[in-house]
């Protein structure tokens, strides 16, 4: 069974940080392009980060790039999202998100249930 359990969330301050995990189990991590994604109360979701199968690559929406970072560790099927210097703005659920192709399976999207951060003062 394929898993993405997201933790890590909660509310902080401005100007605090959060490290978000992602735990994915049932599918080859290694193989998969990773990325975070957050929903905010009458928006659409966006996409935040993403980080390539080796980690060698990532991209940034242009609201966090600075602040957030991606990464990932293969050996443990964990990717990680550093938020820093957080706002007010971004405050959402944010969500990881799995890409990838297999010989079983092709072409596949997985998701998980989301993890609710909230910055407030």
């Known amino acids: 069974q394929v898993q993405l359990e997201e933790s890590g969330g909660g509310l902080v301050q401005p100007g605090g940080s959060l490290r978000l995990s992602c735990a994915a189990s049932?599918?080859?991590?290694?193989?998969?392009?990773m990325s975070w994604y957050r929903q905010a109360p009458g928006k659409e979701r966006e996409l935040v980060a993403a980080?390539?199968?080796?980690?060698?690559?990532?991209n940034y929406a242009d609201s966090v790039k600075g602040r957030f970072t991606i990464s990932r560790d293969n050996a443990k099927n964990t990717v990680y999202l550093q938020m820093n210097s957080l706002k007010p703005e971004d405050t959402a659920v944010y969500y990881c998100?799995?890409?990838?192709?297999?010989?079983?399976?092709?072409?596949?999207?997985?998701w998980g249930q989301g993890t609710q951060v909230t910055v407030s003062s």
């Open positions: 998100n799995a890409v990838g192709w297999s010989s079983m399976v092709k072409n596949y999207n997985y």
């Open positions: 980080i390539t199968n080796a980690g060698g690559r990532t």
């Open positions: 049932g599918f080859t991590f290694s193989s998969a392009v």
